[in-house]
C-alpha cells in the first residue's frame, strides 16, 4: 500500500521500525488486531490514516543549508544565469519547488540565498512553493521556529537578519516566512498542475525526497 499510494520503497533496516509503528498505531486506536489496522487502511475513506502511518516512517533530520555546496553552486553558478533571464522577460518573479520540505529548513534556507542574491536586483521577486506528505511537518514549518541545533550552517549575518530570539530557539521572520507557501501534496500521484499553481518552476530542489522513491516512481 505503501508503495503503491507514495511510492516509497522501505530499506530492510527500516521494517523493525515500521512493525513497531504499526503496533503503535493499533493501540493507539484500540483496534483489536492487525487484521483490523490492514481493513481501516484498505478503506479508501481512510486515506488519512495511510498518511499518518507514512508520516512516522519518513525521516524529518535536516538543518538549514544541510549540504552548503549545493547552495553555494545555487548562490553562484545557477542565480546569475536566471537573474539575467528574469531580466528580460514581462515575469520577473522567480519560482522555487522545495519537494518534500520535511519542516521548512530547505525551503526557508533557498528564500534566504536567494533574497540575498536579488535585493539589488530592482523589479524581481520570489515565490517560493514547499510540500510534503507529512502534516505535523508542515505545521512546523508554518511556525517556523527552531532549536540553534538546526540554524548550525548559518553563519551570525544570516542569523540576525532573517531570524528573531524566542527564548532557547530561533523563530524565522514573518517577512522571509511569506515567501514560502506549504502545501500538504503526495509527489507520487499528483495532479501537479495544482502543486505548480501560478505557472511553471525555474527551480526544483528534490534530492532528499528521491532517495525514498522506488525506480518506477523515480522515472515517472
Avoid at 85 to 92: I, L, M, N
Avoid at 99 to 126: D, F, N, Q, R, W
Avoid at 178 to 202: I, M, Q, T
Wanted: charged share 30%; net charge neutral.
Amino acid at each position: 500500500m505503501i508503495k503503491d499510494r507514495y511510492g516509497l520503497t522501505l530499506k530492510e533496516t527500516s521494517q523493525a521500525e515500521l512493525r513497531t509503528i504499526v503496533h503503535s498505531r493499533i493501540s493507539e486506536l484500540r483496534l483489536p488486531s492487525f487484521s483490523d489496522y490492514l481493513s481501516l487502511l484498505s478503506d479508501g475513506r481512510q486515506a488519512e490514516e495511510l498518511d499518518q502511518l507514512v508520516s512516522r516512517i519518513t525521516i524529518g533530520e535536516t538543518s538549514f543549508m544541510r549540504t552548503p555546496p549545493q547552495f553555494w553552486a545555487l548562490r553562484d553558478f545557477v542565480l546569475p544565469g536566471l537573474i539575467k533571464e528574469k531580466h528580460s522577460r514581462r515575469r520577473k518573479t522567480l519560482r522555487i519547488l522545495s519537494a518534500g520540505c520535511a519542516t521548512g529548513e530547505e525551503p526557508y534556507s533557498l528564500a534566504m540565498v536567494v533574497m540575498e542574491k536579488i535585493e539589488t536586483e530592482p523589479g524581481l521577486g520570489l515565490e517560493i512553493v514547499a510540500c510534503d506528505v507529512n502534516r505535523e511537518y508542515l505545521e512546523a514549518a508554518r511556525e517556523g521556529l527552531y532549536s540553534g541545533k538546526d540554524l548550525r550552517n548559518l553563519d551570525d549575518y544570516l542569523k540576525d537578519k532573517y531570524f528573531k530570539r524566542s527564548g532557547q530557539d530561533y523563530r524565522v521572520n514573518p517577512e522571509l516566512r511569506r515567501l514560502v507557501e506549504f502545501n500538504h501534496f503526495n509527489l507520487a500521484s499528483g495532479p501537479f498542475d495544482a502543486l505548480a499553481g501560478n505557472g511553471l518552476f525555474d527551480l526544483i530542489f528534490c534530492r532528499n525526497v528521491l532517495i525514498y522513491f522506488d525506480p518506477k516512481t523515480f522515472n515517472q
